[in-house]
């Protein structure tokens, strides 16, 4: 594959999209060829799977269904938008990626890590980020700043997993710092709760350095 796949992960409200946007706009800067795109969705179908996902009148979604929409989106999406670009030598800077069905699902839920990691992979056919930034933030910080935000898909309303209890989430933050340590070649770990600017200082000398090995 020619190109790079770079996915930023961490808590709802952790500033991913915030830095992600900062990092594409540097990159524009230096002439890299950059594609911006979120999961769920970044293709139509994915966004359709993305709205049912995420609306808050599906409360009665099962585990069993969420853990497969979230790689019914995924499969689309890699297929149809990421490893096409990725062939054409672009930067794909994506919001989220597998880590955050680990995170969610595997340990949030407590669905079998194993099973989260095979339908993941099968989704995906094997890919898997270059580098991943992940933003980690106490969930007190994380879920204030979310209350200052607008979603996505409903507006003001917080979406269907934004919604869940402070506990949920907790497990949810303490699953992306196993996914760190465990993943460390790949995931830089980053203390989100400072200022943008520090954070996004950090970011680009990390990217820099990957794009020399580029
Ligand atoms: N470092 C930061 N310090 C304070 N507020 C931030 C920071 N980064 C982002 N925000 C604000 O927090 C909210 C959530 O940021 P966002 O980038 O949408 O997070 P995410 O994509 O992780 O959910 C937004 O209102 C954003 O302006
Ligand atoms: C990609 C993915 C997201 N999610 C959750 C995390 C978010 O709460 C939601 C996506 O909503 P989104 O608004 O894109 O995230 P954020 O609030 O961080 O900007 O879906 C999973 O549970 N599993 C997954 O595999």
New binding site residues.
């Given amino acids: 594959m020619k190109g790079l796949f770079i996915t930023f992960e961490g808590?709802?409200?952790?500033g991913?999209?915030t830095q992600l946007k900062r990092l594409a706009a540097k990159l524009q800067e230096t002439g890299r060829d950059v594609i911006v795109t979120?999961?769920?969705?970044g293709t139509s179908i994915s966004d359709q799977i993305r709205e049912v996902?995420?609306s808050p009148d599906n409360k009665k979604m099962t585990d069993q269904a969420?853990v497969l929409l979230?790689a019914a989106s995924?499969a689309q999406h890699v297929h149809e938008l990421i490893i096409p670009s990725l062939a054409q030598g672009k930067i794909v800077l994506c919001?989220?990626?597998?880590d955050?069905?680990m995170a969610?699902?595997a340990y949030?839920l407590g669905i079998d890590e194993q099973f989260v990691r095979s339908v993941n992979h099968y989704a995906s056919s094997g890919l898997q980020p270059n580098r991943t930034y992940l933003l980690d933030v106490p969930i007190e910080v994380s879920l204030a700043r979310?209350s200052h935000r607008q979603?996505?898909?409903t507006g003001s309303e917080l979406?269907r997993?934004?919604q869940k209890p402070a506990d949920y989430h907790r497990k949810v933050r303490e699953g992306f710092v196993r996914i760190s340590e465990q993943n460390r070649e790949r995931v830089c770990w980053v203390n989100a709760s400072r200022g943008e600017e520090e954070i996004a200082g950090d970011i680009w000398s990390d990217c820099n350095r990957l794009l020399n090995h580029f």
Wanted: avoid cysteine.
């Fill in positions: 808590p709802d409200g952790a991913k999209t979120r999961e769920p969705g996902l995420l969420e979230y995924r919001d989220r990626f597998i955050a069905s969610y699902q949030g979310l979603s996505t898909v979406d997993i934004e």
